[in-house]
């Protein structure tokens, strides 16, 4: 069973930065596009942003475009997200997960994901 793990959360203000990381056991790494998603508090989750499987394309939703920046680093197994200007709106569990690249869609939508981590808070106040 692969385990997925994010970190990096936190309390922050507005327009602070905050850097998640996503850590991720499945095997080969490489043949994993990762994704990041978050839930805020009495909201459904939504897909922020995606990397596929060698680094080459990245994907974020309109909320996020601009602020947030998705990279990996396969030789650690680990993704990052990059969190700029960030706003109240922006407070959420962020989740990880995993979405084997062959045969998937692009962008991966939420039901094609194979490994979800159990989230990280970020919470921005105002």
């Known amino acids: 069973q692969a385990h997925v793990t994010e970190s990096g959360g936190g309390l922050v203000q507005a327009g602070d930065s905050l850097r998640l990381s996503c850590t991720a056991s499945?095997?080969?790494?490489?043949?994993?596009?990762i994704a990041w998603f978050r839930q805020a508090p009495g909201k459904e989750r939504e897909f922020v942003a995606a990397i596929s499987w060698n680094g080459g394309n990245m994907y974020y939703s309109n909320e996020v475009k601009g602020r947030f920046t998705i990279s990996r680093d396969n030789s650690k197994n680990t993704v990052y997200l990059y969190l700029s200007t960030l706003k109240p709106e922006d407070t959420a569990v962020y989740f990880c997960?995993?979405?084997?690249?062959?045969?998937?869609?692009?962008?991966?939508?939420?039901?094609?994901?194979?490994?979800w981590g159990k989230g990280t808070l970020v919470t921005v106040s105002s």
């Open positions: 499945v095997t080969p790494y490489t043949n994993y596009n």
């Open positions: 997960a995993a979405d084997q690249a062959f045969n998937s869609n692009w962008p991966p939508q939420e039901s094609d994901m194979d490994f």
